[in-house]
DNA sequence: TCTGGGGTCCTAGGACCC
DNA sequence: TCTGGGGTCCTAGGACCC
């Protein structure tokens, strides 16, 4: 048996521990440039925010309707998951972390009343975090995910469903009569891994309810789609076909990629950007400990301005040898941005991507069969210590205290500087901005 | 004026090999 | 006019997730 923990409108519901005058207003946590909503409580979803909406569409509803924006402050984020899935873990033998705000538990041989663990699991992650969650329970991933949106909904939405399924929810124990009404008022785009192409085929083909979903041919339907659909039928049918994985492996690709407060055309400041970026993807790669084998990197126009040149190009440069050093991994992105830049286009957007990671202990014995090459650099002396205390100081006084010679930021207003004009504090993290009572 | 960012997995089709 | 066939590896792109 399977339980879903997932946070309430996590960003909005972190910013409303410190501020709890947000509670009950319509509030919205807005991506980097306070671009777009990724982010909203249950009241902006009822004044019809959509996720990823830009906020100029809905920025007249301050004024109408006293909604709130924020600017996403993602190291408070950050540090309430940790906070959050400490507690969950104590549930449950086995724990995944899923995203930033959910986690899979693992119930095997945990005997007790599984509604009583979710409602003493949820009141203790409110009591000593302050984040309201929702908990679904059963017999697979998928259902148990199932479960959470009922019990989400159930709670948001009165009438919906059932009252006595807010919050905590357990298709595990449900009897077939009442689980087939469940069923039947939940639409398949609900389901975890039927998105919106596949909701419209399936829309086309007949089969709008999950109750009619599990009335389909698995055969027909793996004809029609995938083995992810095949997959997703059987979990569905209570066959368990995707296992809790506790063992958090290493990313398989690191990227940064971000939109510019304003348009960037020349080269030296996208050179600026892109070391940046490479930059922050080296210090995550050598915080899981992987060397990547190649750098990817891309800039683009911004398609929203139709009547402006488009150009979106891209490259991946392999390196000689697998590296987690940020000089050698900065050239080659530089050299790879020269590659494909061309004058002359606004461009809105970069990003760098590091690929072909792999971990760093296998590499020692990968040493180049013929030696260093003539026409390639021998790598920078000191790599690993020099790297070590960069990370460390960085990590000691923010995130840009200490760059690599060619990094640093521009002194005057760059174009590229992104917008965050509402971020909140970050209480958790920063000792200088810790909450303060007044008397 | 302003339009998210970070990931995963699967598949089709081309390159290459014998 | 005919123009192999089957296997594997790699990559780009699509769909999905949060």
Same mark, same amino acid.
């Given at each position: ?26 509030? /919205? ?24 909406? @830009?906020? !100029? ?14 600017? #996403? ?14 507690? #969950?873990?104590?549930?449950? =033998? &086995? ?19 599984? %509604? ?14 302050? %984040? ?35 919050? /905590? ?7 077939? #009569? ?35 979903? %599990?009335? *389909?041919?698995? +055969? ?21 076909? %995707? ?14 990629? &971000? ?8 080269? $030296? ?28 990197? !891309?800039? *683009? ?11 979106? $190009?891209? *490259? ?5 040898? @697998? ?14 941005? &020269?590659?494909?830049?061309? $004058? ?10 590091? /690929? ?56 005057? =207003? ?8 509402? &971020? ?14 007044? +008397?």
């Amino acid at each position: 048996m399977f339980a879903l923990v997932d946070v309430n409108n996590m960003y909005v519901s972190c910013e409303r521990v410190f501020r709890p005058s947000l509670n009950g207003k319509p509030v /919205v946590v807005l991506s980097n440039n306070d671009g777009a909503c990724i982010a909203r409580s249950n009241e902006a979803k009822d004044l019809g925010v959509r996720m990823a909406q @830009p906020w !100029f569409e809905v920025r007249h509803l301050q004024r109408q309707a006293g909604l709130v924006a924020l600017s #996403a402050n993602f190291e408070l984020y950050g540090d309430m998951s940790s906070r959050m899935m400490a507690i #969950a873990a104590e549930y449950a =033998p &086995r724990q995944e972390i899923y995203s930033i705000d959910e986690c899979f538990l693992d119930l095997e041989g945990v005997p007790q009343d599984r %509604l009583a663990i979710g409602r003493d699991l949820r009141s203790r992650v409110l009591q000593w975090t302050g %984040l309201p969650t929702s908990v679904g329970f059963g017999p697979t991933k998928t259902l148990a995910k199932l479960a959470n949106h009922i019990a989400k909904m159930a709670d948001r939405k009165p009438g919906s469903y059932p009252a006595e399924l807010a919050q /905590v929810c357990d298709l595990g124990q449900m009897a077939p #009569a009442q689980m087939e009404a469940l069923l039947r008022a939940t639409e398949v785009g609900a389901v975890w891994g039927i998105g919106r192409k596949t909701t419209t085929r399936l829309s086309e083909a007949g089969i709008h309810s999950v109750a009619d979903l %599990l009335r *389909a041919d698995t +055969a027909t339907l793996r004809r029609q789609f995938n083995v992810v659909m095949e997959k997703t039928l059987r979990e569905l049918r209570g066959t368990s076909c %995707l296992d809790v994985n506790d063992a958090h492996e290493a990313n398989q690709q690191i990227m940064c990629s &971000r939109s510019f407060g304003g348009a960037v055309t020349d080269l $030296p400041e996208l050179i600026d950007v892109v070391s940046q970026f490479t930059g922050q993807v080296a210090r995550k790669l050598r915080e899981q400990g992987s060397v990547a084998g190649a750098v990817h990197v !891309f800039i *683009a126009t911004s398609p929203y301005h139709r009547n402006e040149a488009q150009h979106a $190009p891209s *490259a991946t440069l392999p390196l000689p040898q @697998p590296s987690a050093d940020t000089r050698v991994l900065i050239s080659a992105a530089v050299r790879a941005l &020269r590659g494909i830049y061309r $004058p002359g286009f606004n461009y809105a957007k970069a990003g760098v991507m590091l /690929v072909d990671l792999q971990p760093q202990a296998r590499q020692q014995d990968t040493l180049d069969l013929f030696g260093a090459q003539e026409e390639q650099a021998p790598a920078p002396r000191g790599g690993a210590e020099l790297m070590n205390a960069l990370d460390a100081l960085n990590r000691r006084f923010g995130r840009h205290a200490v760059t690599v010679g060619g990094t640093s930021l521009h002194a005057r =207003p760059s174009a590229h500087a992104s917008r965050q004009e509402r &971020r909140s504090p970050r209480y958790t993290t920063r000792l200088e901005e810790i909450a303060s009572a007044r +008397a």
